[in-house]
């Protein structure tokens, strides 16, 4: 909160024939009326005094606040180091049994309908960055399963410096977050390194951001090709460039809508989103697949619950 900026009082000329004077500014700040009782002491001269030390405590109580909002994000932030960037397989039932049915009916019986497809889950850090760690660590699961899925995501890859380099990305910094990721990615293609190593990667904050990185930038990417398309969704902002660089291309900012879209299409990929609150889908329904139009079954599936992405596994 900005601090409240000191008001200057002036003090009306006195007029003998005008009656008694208006209520002043410095009087209701100070909480007095414009006249006093007859037989009372008034002393205008205090009223400046009074009006200082008023804003004096109002900006004690703001400096306050400001302390107390700092030290609430750091507990937050400090509770969300505690867990791992990509927590390990667990059942499903686990995310069964953080619902009551008498306290939220709604999300326990849709919990116990998804526990009937999916068997594990894989948390995510919540930090703004969950949805797209997530889809990176499904797009992992599926490299180690498949050489053909670990060769089509390089091939797709592996075309998005140039594509970024034309639209008119900066070269040395966009280059540098490209060629860390497709050198990491090959070690996964070539296996190079096992599963396990490359899941410790993922957990590493230097690592983990750089591979993120590139997908922010392919997302924004995909958009910006598709401008003509994309730009009359955008509303609250100069437009669709000043949009991605404020919500897509920054880190730790929650990916919406159209950022889902832009990375989807960006690297190729079927994406089916579980709704845990079927307000917050884009249909209405119980999940939706990104694209809306694609032929087979999502290679990747994500849970949602209000602001948060975690990895599903089906049985």
Known sequence: MDKQDAVVVGTPAENPSAGPPEPSEANIAAGQSGSEPLGA????????????????????????????????????????????????KEPFFTVVSEYNEQNSPDYYQKAKELADRYHYIRRIRGDGNCFYRAVLTGIIENCFSSMDEARRVLGVCEAWPDRLIKLGFPDWTTSDFCEFFITWFKTVVNREINELLAFENLNEDHTSNYLLMFFRLIASGYLKEHADEYEPFIDCFGGLAEFCAMEIESMWKEADHLAITGLVHALDLGVRIEYMDRSAAPNGGWHYDFPPDQKDPAKIVLLYRPGHYDLLFRA
Do not use: F
Request: charged fraction near 40%; charge should be negative; avoid cysteine.
């Open 41 to 88: 002491k008034t002393d205008d001269n205090n009223a400046p005094e009074l009006l200082k030390i008023d804003i004096a405590k109002e900006e004690e109580e703001l400096r306050r606040q400001n302390e107390l909002s700092e030290k609430q994000i750091q507990q937050i932030e400090n509770e969300q180091k505690t867990h791992p960037l990509v927590g390990e």
